[in-house]
């Protein structure tokens, strides 16, 4: 059972996009990070327990060519061997910085030569990976940047083609020990397990899903194809895809196979966050259609099969949600953002 | 404005209007017709129009039923217009340049189409007494988004998790408490010039004549932001208002020849409340009109002067041969 708790004020209310929250969490000092974008400025929170907020800082997306302030698509921060990053896409650029946000470390601007007088520009899809950050495009390329253990010397390491529409989503996890039971191995075009150790899934607006093998150089392993519907939200879970998509639908794939394991008509409305929290198997779901679900999944290691149990469901009343997060490792507190809401909503069953 | 050469301009793939540039158009439009309004009219109004515009927009089922909007729009139009040939072809022609233009897109793109609208109307909690009669608005400005009736076309009914094996076989289905209370969609909207679009949203909301009122106070809250976003000089927004000047420029106005020639629209009661209403409207919800000044340039200087000639402008018009940069000037005090 789930209670709300104390709600954290925002400066500006939360923009409609999706996945517009991430947390950032620090049980060493017992803090809290929140990161929502509001539109052509984010917004930053550093919150103590009871949900008392500390401080706060904007950002905004770098100027450059064009009419109006420049939108930013997604904030997000990316836990690296030894660093956080906090890493800023908009309709111009990518902005990284560090984890507080107090000083830019690097500014990679929107290849304009690339432009379509069409499409719209921006970067959209950030997952670290290892020591590597990889952030989408509108026009579905991946970049994919190598980060230095400290400074700024971070360099773009690859570009990875693999999408032939705007990326939405991408979701890693770190490399999964050696399958015991050999599943993973059958039917699989990989040489070895270990070459079959899927650690980053990036998804489009087709619906599309690639599944990679993070390195120095990536390789592509599976793809998965989609059915017309945007891809609004991917998790990576022990081999498995938690993929949301327009329609309100909740997939999980197998990456080594691209098999389908399960489908949940999870939503009324398009999904606009997945979260996970890895260590009990949970997965949340939110949607515009104003609720927010969690779920348990299970992986049988006899079958190969995964199961799914719904946990909780909780309805935010008139919100069209846009982002939640899990906010501690067992899954026990969530919180959610709304378009147009100027806080985030914090829930918890402890 | 269903004009070829407006309606291909305003076709044309673009950012989204800034709200200055928007409130310039919606200006220029109402007064391009017979109809004449003062500020406090004009600014209610226009706050209706935007309220009404984001309650469309947010409560879209799918990101693609804005389409089916605007073709409600544009048949509840031809329905007052039926005996005008000329007037229904010109509209037909914009439904067909709408699919030609909008009917491609995936969903994937109307989702982005429908997330920048949002921007747009982000931060707007004006309270319409319409929308607060009928129940779809809240007492604070917030719009209400059900949780039962139909589906969006292309969205099962939440509820059901179905697990499969590794040969793609059914293997359990489970059922589970969503919360809502949801029924399959009958069918889906129609794309067509012609058909039953489905959708209700952008249908007219007025069946019997009732007050309408905007309530503009407990709004303030968030307004702070708003004005700081227009309040920095931006060097391409002069661009914009020359150019919209333009496109006003191809309008005609059709002069009626009857012995009134235009009537005067009072959104308030009486017109010692519309006074009333101008006076203690509260500052930042003030739009004023932007005055487009003449520049050097010859050939706008005759279309301007075109324009200046056939509408009616509400405050003095400060008319100078000073250069474009005046026009940014102007934009900074406001």
Not at chain 1, 171 to 191: I, N, V
Not at chain 2, 91 to 97: A, C, F, G, W
Not at chain 2, 272 to 277: D, I, N, S, V
Not at chain 2, 299 to 312: H, K, S, T, W
């Amino acid at each position: 059972m789930f209670r709300r708790q104390r709600s954290i004020p925002l400066r500006g209310s939360a923009a409609a996009l999706s996945n517009n929250l991430s947390v950032l969490q620090l049980p060493v000092c017992n803090l809290t990070h929140f990161g929502v974008v509001h539109g052509p400025s984010a917004q930053l929170l550093s919150v103590a327990p009871e949900g008392v907020p500390l401080a706060q800082r904007q950002l905004h997306a770098k100027e450059g060519a064009g009419v109006s302030s420049p939108l930013i698509t997604q904030v997000h921060w990316c836990a690296l061997p030894f660093r956080v990053l906090l890493v800023l896409t908009s309709h111009r650029g990518i902005q990284m910085y560090e984890s507080d946000g107090s000083v830019m470390v690097y500014w990679h601007a929107l290849d304009s030569r690339d432009a379509s007088p069409v499409q719209a520009m921006f970067a959209r899809g950030i997952a670290s990976c290892g020591h590597f950050i990889c952030v989408g495009m509108w026009s579905g390329r991946v970049l994919v940047f190598d980060i230095p253990a400290k400074g700024p010397n971070i360099v773009l390491s690859e570009e990875l083609a693999g999408h032939p529409t705007s990326v939405t989503d991408i979701a890693s996890e770190p490399a999964q020990e050696q399958d015991p039971a050999g599943e993973r191995g059958k039917g699989s075009p990989c040489l070895s397990p270990q070459d079959c150790m899927a650690d980053v899934v990036t998804a489009d607006d087709s619906g599309l899903l690639c599944v990679w093998r993070s390195g120095p150089e990536f390789k592509l392993l599976t793809r998965i194809p989609g059915f017309g519907v945007p891809c609004t939200s991917v998790q990576l879970w022990k081999g498995i895809a938690a993929v949301g998509y327009g329609n309100g639908q909740v997939r999980l794939y197998e990456t080594s196979t691209g098999a389908l394991h399960v489908q949940i008509n999870a939503h009324a409305r398009a999904i606009c966050a997945l979260d996970l929290a890895p260590e009990v198997g949970k997965l949340l779901s939110a949607a515009e259609d104003t609720f927010v679900h969690i779920w348990k999944l299970s992986k049988r290691t006899e079958s190969g099969c995964t199961e799914v149990e719904h946990c909780h469901g909780e309805c935010v009343p008139d919100t069209q949600v846009c982002g939640a997060r899990f906010c501690d490792p067992s899954g026990s507190s969530f919180a959610v953002t709304g378009y147009d809401l100027a806080e985030i909503l914090t829930f918890s069953s402890e | 404005m269903f004009n070829k050469s407006f309606i291909e301009e305003l076709l044309k793939p673009q950012e989204l209007y800034s709200k200055k540039a928007l409130r310039t158009i919606y200006d220029r439009l109402a007064h391009a017709s017979i109809m004449k309004l003062n500020q406090a009219s004009m600014d209610k109004l226009y706050d209706l129009m935007t309220m009404a515009l984001k309650y469309q927009v947010l409560l879209c089922p799918r990101p693609k039923d804005v389409l089916l909007v605007t073709f409600n729009h544009l048949d509840t139009i031809k329905g007052l217009i039926q005996d005008n040939p000329a007037l229904l072809h010109l509209v037909d022609e914009t439904l067909r340049q709408l699919i030609e233009v909008y009917g491609g897109l995936s969903a994937g793109e109307f989702q982005l189409i429908r997330q920048t609208l949002l921007t747009f109307f982000q931060d707007l909690h004006i309270r319409v007494s319409l929308f607060l009669k009928d129940k779809v608005q809240n007492s604070n400005g917030r719009f209400v988004l059900p949780v039962s009736g139909p589906v969006p076309w292309g969205i099962e009914v939440p509820g059901l998790i179905r697990m499969f094996d590794n040969k793609g076989e059914e293997v359990r289905r489970v059922e589970f408490p969503h919360g809502g209370n949801y029924v399959t969609a009958p069918k889906e909207g129609s794309f067509e010039v012609y058909g039953d679009r489905v959708l209700k949203l952008g249908t007219n909301m007025y069946s019997v004549n009732r007050p309408v009122e905007t309530h503009t106070s407990g709004t303030s809250k968030n307004l702070s932001s708003q004005a700081q976003q227009s309040i920095a000089p931006n060097p391409l927004a002069k661009e914009e208002l020359n150019f919209l000047a333009k496109l006003m420029g191809g309008m005609e106005i059709k002069k009626t020849s009857g012995p009134e020639p235009g009537f005067r629209l009072n959104l308030f009661t009486t017109d010692e409340e519309e006074e009333q209403a101008a006076l203690t409207r509260p500052e930042e919800l003030s739009h004023e009109v932007v005055n487009i000044q003449a520049t050097q340039d010859q050939q706008r200087n005759q279309e301007l002067a075109r324009i200046m000639g056939e509408f009616e402008v509400m405050d003095q018009p400060r008319w100078s041969a000073s250069k474009g940069d005046d026009l940014l000037a102007m934009m900074d005090e406001l």
